[in-house]
């Protein structure tokens, strides 16, 4: 049997009485969370959720999280978590796509939302709309976790969907447990006594690998947040002594903007990583500056479980690579033909292949089939490789800007505009142009009180960069939109055409 809830199991039989969770004041022991587990798989199935049935569930990064993922699997069922963020119509979808047999929701102090959340399973023909809080059952006799094959489905996971409807991605136990044993092996993590700092959501791949799973599975104690305010964030790492922080970059980047403006606490913390997005290199020196943790990046994506590669925190770590393939991971680069490149430098999709990949895409041949070229998966990045082997994150096939016929990638640009003194964050993507196709448009968040202009910062990336590279167009704002993950969210910036 290959249960991804065996790792509550041992952990609650090797450190009954370790704390598992901390949030707002609540601390619960692995021997409360496995039992409180027990208790979901038990309510579960009195409601008649049986082996293989999905359940959906929408809950912040709250101990509920947790409790029902865990008893959803020990039941044998399918876990569908749902974005926090999603609104009716999305998450009707989602329930009817993924023929979800019940939707358990935490929405603690929002009613309105709940209201929504409510109409949306009636809308789908979800007939179990459940409150987790009603769910919950005397977990004290135990229950007995449910034997599954290492193919068996565990997590359907719906991407982002930047083109059309999201997809589900099927991730199965084997999937799973290994990705979260090799991002431990990888991270050095399989040290007892672990505090994880888990701000990432839950209901993401990346939070859910990282800190859920690969923590369970070393008995760590996992301190939830969940919304991230970086004062907080900061007085809650140095109070709970925090040994293991993972991030977005526009977590480090809140980070290091309060770091840099007021009085930071002392922390224990022994290293951090980061992933979702590429991080840009002034951001990562400057975190390291003032905190003195060093960061590991690693790239990964939801159909991969998600971690693919990441670089080594113990060797010599090269700034701006997301490192090799992890265990049991192969990566390799491929032309616009498909074909394989082999020499160093050159410019290629990534396409993965190994114990991470995904099964299929739920219900959805037609786009499984066209997820895997020869039976690696296209991932729709680009990255180089150097002669040593590791790797460098170039851009998403689909973000890159085609100026006069020549390929300008959005990260290279941002990674220059970030190096200017009085730029705190910028994001690039491309703008129609009647005569190149697409022009260069850069939004910048200047640093405080900072009096750059724009014809000062064209000017200025006009002398550091190629000609059909720099921004002709630069739009100051006071924010970027981000999505529930942390990602900037570059489709709803300004799209307008150049003037």
Same mark, same amino acid.
Not at 5 to 13: E, H, I, K, V
Not at 357 to 379: C, Q, S
Not at 470 to 483: C, S
């Given at each position: 049997?290959?249960?991804?809830?065996?790792?509550?199991?041992?952990?609650?039989? @090797?450190?009954?009485?370790?704390?598992?969770?901390?949030?707002?004041?609540?601390?619960?022991? +692995?021997?409360?969370?496995?039992?409180?587990?027990?208790?979901?798989?038990?309510?579960?199935?009195?409601?008649?959720?049986? %082996?293989?049935?999905?359940?959906?569930?929408?809950?912040?990064?709250?101990?509920?999280f947790p409790v029902v993922y865990y008893g959803i !699997?020990?039941?044998?069922?399918?876990?569908?978590?749902?974005?926090?963020? !999603?609104?009716?119509? =999305?998450?009707? +979808?989602?329930?009817?796509?993924?023929?979800?047999?019940?939707?358990?929701?935490?929405?603690?102090?929002?009613?309105?939302?709940?209201?929504?959340? =409510?109409?949306?399973?009636?809308?789908?023909?979800?007939?179990?709309?459940?409150?987790?809080?009603?769910?919950?059952?005397?977990?004290?006799?135990?229950? %007995?976790?449910?034997?599954?094959?290492?193919?068996?489905?565990?997590?359907?996971?719906?991407?982002?969907?930047?083109?059309?409807?999201?997809?589900?991605?099927?991730?199965?136990?084997?999937?799973?447990?290994? @990705?979260?044993?090799?991002?431990?092996?990888?991270?050095?993590?399989?040290?007892?006594?672990?505090?994880?700092?888990?701000?990432?959501? !839950?209901?993401?791949?990346?939070?859910?690998?990282?800190?859920?799973?690969?923590? /369970?599975?070393?008995?760590?104690?996992?301190?939830?947040?969940?919304?991230?305010?970086?004062?907080?964030?900061? =007085?809650? #790492?140095?109070?709970?002594?925090?040994?293991?922080?993972?991030?977005?970059?526009?977590? +480090?980047?809140?980070?290091?903007?309060?770091?840099?403006?007021?009085?930071?606490?002392?922390? @224990?913390?022994?290293?951090?990583?980061?992933?979702?997005?590429?991080?840009?290199?002034?951001?990562?020196?400057?975190?390291? *500056?003032?905190?003195?943790? %060093?960061?590991?990046?690693?790239?990964?994506?939801?159909?991969?479980?998600?971690?693919?590669?990441?670089?080594?925190?113990?060797?010599? *770590?090269?700034?701006?690579?997301?490192?090799?393939?992890?265990?049991?991971?192969?990566?390799?680069?491929?032309?616009?033909?498909?074909?394989?490149?082999?020499?160093?430098?050159?410019?290629?999709?990534?396409?993965?292949?190994?114990?991470?990949?995904?099964?299929?895409?739920?219900? #959805?041949?037609?786009?499984?089939?066209?997820?895997?070229?020869?039976?690696?998966?296209?991932?729709?990045?680009?990255? $180089?490789?150097?002669?040593?082997?590791?790797?460098? !994150?170039?851009? $998403?096939?689909?973000?890159?800007? /085609?100026?006069?016929?020549? @390929?300008?990638?959005?990260?290279?640009?941002?990674?220059?505009?970030?190096?200017?003194?009085?730029?705190?964050?910028?994001?690039?993507?491309?703008?129609?142009?009647?005569?190149h196709g697409e022009e260069v448009k850069a939004f910048?968040? $200047?640093?405080?009180?900072?009096?750059?202009?724009?014809?000062?910062?064209?000017?200025?990336?006009?002398?550091? /960069?190629?000609?059909?590279?720099?921004?002709?167009?630069?739009?100051?704002?006071?924010?970027?939109? #981000?999505?529930?993950?942390?990602?900037?969210?570059? *489709?709803?910036?300004?799209?307008? %055409?150049?003037?």
């Open positions: 049997m290959l249960n991804l809830a065996t790792f509550l199991g041992d952990a609650a039989s @090797n450190h009954p009485d370790r704390e598992a969770l901390v949030h707002d004041g609540r601390r619960l022991t +692995y021997r409360e969370l496995d039992r409180a587990s027990d208790g979901i798989a038990r309510r579960l199935h009195q409601l008649g959720v049986a %082996p293989g049935d999905r359940v959906a569930v929408t809950c912040p990064n709250t101990p509920e !699997l020990k039941l044998g069922a399918i876990v569908v978590p749902l974005n926090v963020l !999603l609104r009716r119509d =999305e998450i009707a +979808y989602q329930l009817r796509q993924s023929g979800a047999a019940a939707y358990l929701v935490h929405a603690p102090d929002h009613a309105e939302w709940l209201a929504e959340a =409510e109409a949306a399973a009636a809308d789908s023909g979800c007939e179990r709309f459940v409150l987790i809080d009603d769910c919950e059952s005397d977990g004290s006799q135990g229950f %007995p976790v449910h034997p599954t094959s290492p193919d068996t489905t565990a997590v359907i996971l719906y991407t982002s969907g930047t083109t059309g409807r999201p997809k589900g991605a099927e991730l199965t136990h084997a999937n799973l447990v290994l @990705n979260a044993i090799a991002v431990n092996r990888q991270y050095r993590n399989e040290i007892c006594g672990d505090v994880h700092l888990v701000a990432l959501p !839950l209901f993401h791949s990346y939070g859910a690998t990282v800190h859920l799973n690969a923590g /369970i599975a070393v008995g760590a104690t996992l301190v939830l947040v969940s919304r991230f305010d970086a004062s907080a964030v900061l =007085e809650l #790492m140095a109070r709970e002594q925090v040994t293991f922080f993972a991030g977005v970059p526009t977590m +480090y980047w809140q980070l290091v903007r309060h770091a840099a403006a007021a009085e930071r606490p002392e922390l @224990n913390v022994r290293i951090a990583g980061a992933g979702g997005a590429s991080l840009p290199e002034e951001l990562l020196r400057e975190f390291e *500056r003032l905190f003195g943790v %060093p960061v590991v990046e690693g790239y990964g994506l939801t159909e991969t479980s998600p971690v693919v590669a990441m670089g080594d925190p113990v060797g010599t *770590r090269k700034i701006g690579s997301i490192g090799r393939p992890i265990w049991g991971v192969q990566m390799r680069l491929v032309d616009l033909d498909g074909q394989v490149i082999h020499e160093p430098g050159v410019v290629g999709e990534i396409e993965v292949r190994g114990t991470g990949v995904m099964k299929r895409y739920f219900g #959805m041949p037609e786009a499984t089939a066209a997820a895997f070229h020869d039976g690696w998966l296209r991932t729709g990045d680009l990255a $180089r490789r150097d002669a040593d082997g590791d790797y460098y !994150l170039v851009d $998403r096939v689909k973000d890159v800007i /085609i100026r006069g016929g020549f @390929n300008v990638y959005p990260r290279e640009v941002e990674e220059l505009l970030m190096a200017h003194p009085q730029v705190s964050l910028a994001a690039v993507r491309g703008v129609p142009h009647p005569s910048v968040i $200047r640093m405080p009180e900072a009096p750059l202009t724009e014809p000062d910062l064209v000017a200025w990336a006009r002398e550091r /960069i190629a000609a059909y590279k720099y921004p002709r167009i630069v739009e100051f704002v006071d924010a970027l939109p #981000m999505t529930a993950t942390g990602k900037v969210a570059k *489709r709803e910036l300004d799209h307008s %055409p150049f003037d």
